[in-house]
């Protein structure tokens, strides 16, 4: 997914007032995904935490961060840190964005959506002490 946002808050970069940043999800690496997982404990502080990567908004906002910055080699990560209010939560969402195909795409082969909606009959199970009545 790509596309462009507007800031609310303009961002100094290099020197520079940045009002939108043009961002691609199809262009992060494998280096950029560990980096933002680097970068999100990090901002934890030391906190230990097992997380599902689809419901981590830290890991979401680092990688919305690499988003931009795939397209915009001139911009850091500590630039795109300092994003304030809704413009935070824009780069959160495009990381977000990351782990949800784009619509058109659909699921893939094999997924649920592919299933033939038939629920198996329930199955019952019984210890080998107890009796099956007729």
Same mark, same amino acid.
């Given at each position: 997914? +790509? %596309? ?7 961002? !100094?970069? +290099?020197? =520079? *007032? ?6 691609? $999800?199809?262009?992060?690496? %494998? ?6 997982? @680097? @970068?999100?404990? =990090? =901002?934890?502080? #030391? ?13 979401? /906002? ?9 397209? +915009? ?6 630039? &795109?840190?300092?994003?304030? #209010? ?6 959160? @969402?495009? %990381?977000?964005? /990351? /782990? $949800?195909?784009?619509?058109? *795409? %659909?699921?893939?082969? #094999? ?7 038939? $629920?198996? *009959?329930?199955? &019952? /199970?019984?210890?080998? #002490?107890? !009796?099956?009545?007729?």
């Amino acid at each position: 997914m +790509n %596309g462009t946002i507007k800031l609310a808050n303009p961002i !100094k970069i +290099n020197g =520079a *007032e940045t009002l939108e940043l043009s961002y691609d $999800t199809n262009e992060i690496t %494998g280096a950029h995904f560990c980096e933002a997982d @680097r @970068r999100k404990a =990090a =901002a934890g502080r #030391g906190a230990v935490s097992v997380s599902v990567a689809e419901m981590d908004a830290s890991l979401h /906002f680092y990688l919305g961060v690499y988003a931009v910055i795939a397209l +915009n080699s001139h911009i850091d990560v500590t630039d &795109l840190e300092r994003a304030r #209010g809704y413009d935070a939560a824009q780069i959160m @969402r495009i %990381g977000r964005d /990351f /782990f $949800t195909p784009p619509a058109e *795409e %659909g699921l893939p082969d #094999g997924s649920l959506e592919d299933q033939s909606g038939i $629920t198996p *009959e329930p199955t &019952l /199970f019984h210890s080998s #002490g107890s !009796k099956e009545s007729d």
